[in-house]
């Protein structure tokens, strides 16, 4: 896929994207991109003074644009219950589902509002939340996709069964190794399902390579009264030499949601040295990940934890 860019991106028109985390970084890029190939595009955030910016941005930039946002907290089962339902009662169907938000590398242990380590609770509990409470209305899709973020740090990531809140011993980048790995467990299982049932849907997965976002910054800072983290000094040494732009690293993200050659079950990444930088292409999955009795653990803890399942009558 050499060089694929968004003038790659087939017309989106008639097709309804809701992304998580829009408000920055990665998300607005792939939003951007979305509503310029002509997708109803939804925005979610929990902050709304940031998503009527991003909103009002991109009206300004492109008139005819057709996006919105919709007030969406990931650390709070109740939010992400309210969000899904006026989202759901707000359009037929939904083609692509993107769940982008996340948060990395928190200090100090935090816990979302139902007491989840905020990192499993975020990027992995309550994408799993929103993802079942959408999953009717992605159905309704005649070709929908959900594509799901995770990260090249999956590759250092173990599911601590016994631990899965970190309440015998904290570790700020285990926690987000652990999260980035169930987000790509979950999409894997997804598509095993689709298929299973013959569902109209695939589900695959991206990660940005190294990409200058917010993500260096805003979970590092969290609880923190000092200087800046390890990894915010490592970001600002290596940066310059290994990044790239929040822009590309939207790419196999877009590539993934959009391109007619991108598959289920897969993860795309940058080609470039070690996938931090470059075009997308399928990127290498991590052996643990593909560990099916952990898909199968994973999805019935994640179910029992937040309350979800897959909704009747579509359960199996």
């Known amino acids: 896929m050499p060089d694929w860019s968004t003038a790659n991106i087939p017309s989106q028109a008639g097709r309804i994207a809701v992304i998580t985390g829009a408000t920055s970084g990665i998300g607005y890029e792939t939003a951007l991109a979305l509503t310029e190939a002509g997708a109803r595009v939804i925005i979610t955030s929990r902050n ?10 991109i009206r300004k930039a492109h008139p ?3 996006i919105s946002f919709e007030p969406i ?4 089962l109740l939010s992400i219950t309210a969000g899904a339902e006026r989202i759901s009662q707000s359009v037929p169907r939904i ?5 982008n938000a996340g948060v990395m590398a928190i200090p100090t242990p935090f816990v979302t509002a139902n007491k989840f380590e905020m990192q499993f609770g975020v990027n992995h509990l309550g994408h799993f939340a929103l993802t079942m409470h959408l999953l009717p209305k992605v159905l309704s899709s005649s070709s929908a996709r959900v594509v799901t973020l995770s990260s090249l740090a999956h590759r250092s990531g173990r599911i601590h069964f016994d631990d899965l809140q970190w309440e015998k011993r904290y570790s700020s980048w ?4 652990q999260s980035k ?6 999409s894997m299982e997804l598509e095993r399902l689709a298929r299973a049932n013959n569902w109209p849907l695939i589900s695959n997965a991206a990660h940005p390579g190294f990409a200058r976002t917010g ?3 805003t979970g590092p800072s969290m609880g923190r009264t000092g200087g800046p983290s390890a990894i915010e000094r490592l970001t600002k040494v290596l940066g310059p030499f290994l990044s790239q732009s929040a822009a590309a690293g939207a790419l196999p993200t877009l590539y993934a949601a959009t391109s007619p050659h991108a598959v289920g079950g897969t993860l795309y990444g940058p080609d470039g040295f ?8 399928q990127a290498k999955i991590a052996r643990r990940a593909r560990d099916r009795k952990n898909w199968l653990r994973l999805w019935d803890v994640s179910a029992r934890l937040t309350g979800t399942a897959i909704p009747r009558p579509l359960a199996t």
């Open 274 to 281: 070690h996938e931090m930088t470059g075009s997308p292409r």
């Open 48 to 57: 709304g003074m940031k998503g009527a910016e991003v909103v009002a941005n």
């Open 215 to 217: 993500l260096q910054t």
């Open 73 to 76: 907290d990931l650390a709070s």
């Open 64 to 66: 005819n644009a057709d």
């Open 95 to 99: 083609d692509l589902l993107i769940n």
């Open 181 to 186: 790995l169930t987000n790509l467990m979950f």
């Open 174 to 177: 285990g926690a987000y190794c």
